[in-house]
């Protein structure tokens, strides 16, 4: 855990970034029904949080 927010460059993707869990938001942002997409080139994740992006592909075959 860090305590201070940290930002990211994404890699990119071969299709678009979707947001599956982001312990930063509050509930029940934190964890969505349905995968978020995400469309950026980076990403800040707040202190003491985890993030969690996966590819379209991937996202969508989840049962959350």
């Known amino acids: 855990a860090y305590d201070k927010p940290m930002t990211f460059k994404l890699p990119e993707a071969a ?6 869990l982001d312990t930063g ?4 942002n ?3 029904a349905q995968a978020e997409p995400f469309i950026a080139t ?4 707040s202190d003491r949080s985890l993030v969690l992006l996966l590819a ?9």
């Open 15 to 20: 299709s678009p970034w979707h947001r599956v």
């Open 25 to 28: 938001r509050s509930s029940p």
């Open 30 to 32: 934190d964890l969505p």
């Open 42 to 45: 980076s990403i800040t994740v």
């Open 56 to 64: 379209r592909e991937v996202a969508s075959t989840l049962s959350l």
